[in-house]
């Protein structure tokens, strides 16, 4: 950042008085622009047994799996971001059932919900996100060609879960240390 949204006037990187992280703060008008982790929703879809998974037709990982989920927008709730997530990359109607993780990506300052689903309907399609979307059953999962450490982590334990018949909520830490991934569990509740 270089210039204020507030009044154009030029920031810089400083800890504001009675803070401890450092900030960008306008020179002209004191506005502190403070930068928090975007909230990226999702869900896990199921469908008789199967789960419904999206091929990314953006990047990052473009051509890899996934399940439904983006970045949450201003004005609605993780559980409405979610849901149209679902419809926006699978054109899938959803029904949310109980919080299943939440990821902190420490590196990417995001943190990911993901929520268990089933299908409101049968039908479900292309968005404009994806390249395809498919249901797979278990021994299906194409697991080297899953996009991202957080969705892998999710559908392990959605399955998992589903073996043992419970509804946990799972909590993981997501950080890098010499280009390779560190993750840290969390107790599941």
């Known amino acids: 950042m270089k210039f204020c949204s507030n009044c154009a ?12 992280l450092p900030r960008y703060v306008c ?14 929703a999702g869900c896990v879809i199921e ?10 037709a953006i990047e990052p990982r473009y051509g890899f799996w996934t399940t439904p989920a983006g970045f949450m927008e201003n004005g609605e709730s993780v559980q409405q971001a ?6 926006e990359e699978a054109l ?33 399609g292309i968005g404009p996100e994806s390249l395809e979307s498919r249901l797979y ?10 996009a991202f450490l957080s969705v892998e982590f999710a559908l392990r334990r959605y399955l998992e879960d589903r073996r043992l018949g419970r509804e946990l909520l799972h909590f993981r830490d997501i950080d890098w240390r010499d280009g390779k991934p560190v993750m840290t569990d969390g107790p599941s509740q």
């Not at 030029?10 to 401890?20: E, M």
């Not at 979610?82 to 419809?87: F, L, Q």
């Open 82 to 87: 979610a849901a149209r997530e679902a419809m």
């Open 47 to 56: 469908h008789q047994g199967k789960i419904l998974l999206c091929k990314r």
């Open 27 to 40: 020179a002209s008008c004191g506005t502190i622009h403070y930068e928090n982790p975007r909230i990226i």
């Open 137 to 146: 059953a278990e021994e299906e999962i194409p697991w080297p060609d899953i």
């Open 92 to 124: 899938a109607h959803v029904r949310l059932g109980s919080m299943l993780s939440i990821v902190n990506v420490l590196r990417a300052h995001q943190v990911h919900i993901t929520f268990r689903a089933t299908l409101a309907d049968p039908s479900f």
């Open 9 to 20: 006037g030029p920031v810089s990187l400083t800890v504001p008085p009675g803070d401890h």
